[in-house]
């Protein structure tokens, strides 16, 4: 006994000096302007100790020592060291200030993040807390909706199908990065937002730069570029744990682990979620996995190692077919939901739109600081696709007589495979099909900073991908048939009985290889921020078709088409006083056509376009920004040219062959004016709001011309688009947004969106009627309001938020999708509705 009692003496004093060993470290970390900075890390100097600050900027953090040094880092803002003590440990207010160069030293990357009052672009900021507040069940792209010159869908309404324009350009011509390495298809430009679904769980920022941007990679975007951070070093040791749940059988759950930086140097983030539902719209079931990993190691001060591996394997219906407005209001299954894709096999949900794809993508970056005046860092990538997209064979899924009830009703596919059965050996005539596709891309991207002067820094660097897509349709099932006969002669397979499996059509791959060298000079000095970049490129192109040709062919494998492409861009930052500062850019590149519809003289020939050119872009742009603590705003103006956009059209030639006529000199003028602001006119309430009103049109009609080797014209071709509104992106947006704090961890926060002076999507190369003038379709405007709730508590010593989100919250019924019809007039648009009401409820638990 008297053993036990000396034991529990000991145990006590034990216990009793730990604590009295500890400090309990408190404070909230803002910017220049007293808002509060999320996600921000707080470490123990020299330890693995850290947090990081909640969705108000908050921190408590546990020291293992009576005194030390905490290190408050946030990316973009400069560092800050504190020294604390057992008497000096509450630091309420800590002002963090942006910093162009601590970018170097927090974020792994190639490119580069615009720093208020320094990059001269038009830029938006999105911070990981206000993801996880307001996104919900939402497509990733959706968080931007907010931002000026933005315009973002659902678009199908399947699983990762949303689509983003910037100032009127779609995805194709927005450069899309993840951690500085790009993402957008190298053989079309598209982005497949489906291949990225886990980015919301692991982005530390994203940023939006319209116009030119401060990306330093050798190709350069039109519309703007999206560049996203992920999670790195800093992430805190520790853990969370995630679960959603949301409208039409939404379900998400997982987990990410973090080591923090360990004494070894090495830093481990890993994260994984399952993901499934049914979808708003008819028929859309899903599912995925999304995961991601970072090791990070410091080899020593100046040496640093970072390997990440993102992606995500999913699969999901879609809703390929569009209707009229009329066709909607008939339907009495599903209404506005409704989807003419799918139906039931055997009782259970067949779709005959159907996408299933994984894209990881796999980097090393490598950041070497020389010296005090010379920095390098290098990603050196990989990405290896593979998946595809159903596709039908055959009249019976479009027909209303294989409905089950009618014209508004899912597809009867019991009766498609009852009919397939009972032909027997005359096979299948209707079956299903894939268009598969797999790539193999390597990349890598190299930028060396170094100060010349106290006032003057260069960058140079190297762009260099290489790209093989493989394109095929590919017989998956025959529904009942014993085999499908291919009476196409125009491929190898003509005259063939297929199996599952078998390949038909099209079977070709295309060849990218792109590399370039760019070089950047910045000069700044007080107030004055310069800089003057440019680079220079070659796009090669080439293809090899195995279905059209035999092995033999010569024509099997196409020459090379090589595009030379140039940029050049300049900009000037003044910062007039503490809070005023003027900004102006202008830059005009040559960039190659996509391979795509382009450089070929069509997808099933290998024969080159000889005369495809360089696509060319002239943009300008002014801007001004207030900062204060209680109101911030930002106005700019730009214009964009888009010059000789690339287009051809066949023609018949006077033999009665195909003749492939480029269309040159098609303009299109993007213009505009953008504000934003935030006010805060009490602690606890922020208000928040943007204009964006443009002026998009096609500047002129373009002709095409063909002569014959003794210069006589044989064939040309006109696209009248003179005038019309470019289409497919809404013009005129606004957005005001508050967000209140009920509580001290509790927010409600309420947002409005405006969307007007949108155009029915349309092919402005269709346009060879003289007499039509007309403008497409112009889809009614509507307005959107979001409602959000976030509310932290404890459950035990764990963290936990609550976040609630419900979007259209009046049950809005509007187009936010649609193709121009004949007549470009309401009864024949081919329309997509956005989704009415949703829902969707989170908990996040952080140990």
């Known amino acids: 006994m008297r053993n036990f009692k000396n034991l529990l003496f000991v145990a006590l004093l034990f216990v009793t000096a730990t604590i009295l060993g500890q ?43 009576k005194s030390g040094v905490v290190v408050v880092s946030f990316i973009g803002y400069k560092t800050r060291e504190f ?11 800590i002002k963090l200030e942006e910093d162009a160069g601590a970018l170097d030293e927090i974020v792994v990357t190639a490119t580069s993040f615009a720093i208020g009052r320094k990059t001269p672009v038009a830029v938006s900021t999105i911070k990981a807390a206000d993801i996880e507040a307001k996104l919900g069940a ?60 886990g980015l919301s769980d692991v982005t530390s920022a994203m940023q939006v730069q319209r116009g030119l941007g401060a990306s330093k990679v050798a190709v350069p975007s039109i519309g703007g570029t999206i560049n996203v951070i992920s999670k790195s070093t800093d992430a805190e040791k520790g853990g969370i744990v995630r679960m959603s749940t949301g409208n039409n059988g939404y379900q998400k759950y997982g987990m990410t682990l973090s080591t923090g930086m360990m004494d070894n140097g090495f830093a481990v983030t890993a994260s994984a979620a399952k993901v499934s539902g049914e979808g708003y719209v008819d028929g859309l079931q899903f599912s995925g996995v999304n995961y991601f990993l970072n090791v990070s190691k410091e080899i020593n001060e100046k040496h640093k190692l970072s390997f990440n591996v993102i992606g995500t394997i999913q699969e999901h219906g879609q809703r390929y077919n569009r209707r009229t407005i009329a066709e909607y209001r008939a339907t009495e299954q599903g ?46 990538y990989a990405s290896f696709g593979t998946g595809g997209g159903r596709r039908t064979q055959g009249s019976k ?104 499996g078998d390949r038909f059509s099209k079977d070709y791959d295309g060849i990218v290889k792109r ?45 090379v088409a090589n595009f030379l492409g140039y940029s050049t861009k300049g900009g000037a930052n003044y910062n007039i006083d503490d809070q005023q500062n003027v900004f102006a850019n202008v830059g005009y590149f040559s960039k190659a056509p996509f391979l795509t519809g382009n450089v070929f003289q069509s997808d099933r020939s290998t024969a080159l376009n000889e005369d495809a050119i360089n696509e060319k872009v002239f943009s300008a742009e002014v801007g001004y920004g207030f900062k204060s603590q209680v109101f911030s705003a930002n106005l700019n103006i730009y214009t964009t040219s888009w010059l000789d956009k690339s287009l051809i059209r066949s023609l018949p030639g006077p033999g009665g062959e195909n003749l492939t006529v480029n269309i040159n000199g098609l303009d299109a003028l993007h213009q505009g004016v953008e504000f934003d602001f935030l006010l ?51 013009q005129t947006t606004f957005a005001l947004g508050a967000k209140y704090d009920l509580l001290e961890k509790t927010t409600i926060s309420l947002d409005f969106n405006y969307a007007g002076d949108n155009y029915a ?27 959000g709730l976030r509310h932290g508590f404890t459950i035990g010593d764990f963290d936990t938020t609550l976040t609630a989100n419900m979007n259209n919250l009046f049950d809005v019924e509007y187009i936010s999708d649609a193709n121009d019809g004949d007549g470009s007039t309401y009864d024949t648009a081919q329309v997509y509705y956005g989704a009415g009401r949703t829902f969707s409820l989170g908990l996040k638990v952080k140990f």
Request: glycine share 10%; proline share 3%.
């Open 23 to 65: 400090t309990k470290i408190t404070g909230t970390v803002v910017d220049d302007t007293n808002q509060p900075l999320p996600g921000a890390s707080i470490v123990v100097k020299g330890t693995a100790n850290g947090t990081s600050t909640d969705f108000d900027g908050k921190f408590t953090l546990t020291a293992k020592t």
């Open 83 to 93: 020294a604390f003590s057992s008497s000096k440990s509450n630091f309420k207010s």
């Open 138 to 197: 939402q497509e990733f792209p959706e968080i931007l909706k907010s931002t000026p010159g933005v315009y973002a869908t659902k678009s199908g309404g399947g699983y990762g199908d949303g689509r983003i324009n910037l100032r009127g350009f779609r995805s194709q011509n927005v450069a899309v990065m993840i951690n500085g390495i790009p993402v957008n298809d190298m053989e079309n430009g598209a982005v497949y937002w489906s291949n990225w679904a």
């Open 335 to 380: 209404g506005k939901r409704f989807n003419p894709d799918w139906g039931y096999r055997n009782g259970q949900v067949e779709n005959t739109s159907f996408n299933f794809y994984h894209k990881p993508q796999i980097s090393l970056n490598y950041d070497w600081i020389i010296s005090e005046e010379t920095f390098l860092t290098t990603s050196v």
């Open 397 to 500: 899924f479009i027909s209303n007589d294989y409905r089950l009830g009618g014209a508004d009703q899912p597809i009867d596919f019991d009766r498609i495979v009852d009919e397939n059965i009972s032909n027997g050996a005359l096979g299948a005539t209707d079956f299903f099909a894939a268009s598969k596709n797999s790539h193999e891309w390597y990349g890598v991207l190299s930028t060396l900073k170094t100060k010349l002067s106290e006032t003057l820094s260069l960058s140079v660097g190297i762009d260099a991908r290489s790209y093989v897509g493989s394109h095929w349709y590919e017989v998956t099932d025959l529904l009942g048939g014993e085999y499908f006969y291919n009476d196409d002669s125009s491929d190898n397979t003509g005259g063939q009985a297929l199996q599952v």
């Open 515 to 559: 590399y370039g060298v760019f070089g950047q000079l910045e000069y700044s000095v007080d107030d004055l921020s310069v800089f003057f970049s440019t680079a220079i490129s070659n796009t090669a192109y080439s293809k090899e078709d195995f279905m059209k040709y035999a092995a033999n062919d010569p024509e099997r494998k196409s020459d």
């Open 680 to 730: 805060r006119p009490m602690d606890k309430l922020a208000i928040t709001g943007m204009a964006s009103v443009g002026n998009w049109k096609w500047k002129n009609d373009a002709v095409g011309r063909t002569f014959a080797q003794d210069g006589t014209e044989i064939a040309s071709s006109t696209v009248y688009a003179k005038g019309l509104k470019v289409s497919d992106a809404a």
């Open 761 to 787: 999507y349309f092919d402005v190369n269709r346009r060879n009627d003289p007499t039509n003038t007309s403008n497409p379709w112009k889809l009614p405007s509507y307005s959107l309001f979001d409602l």
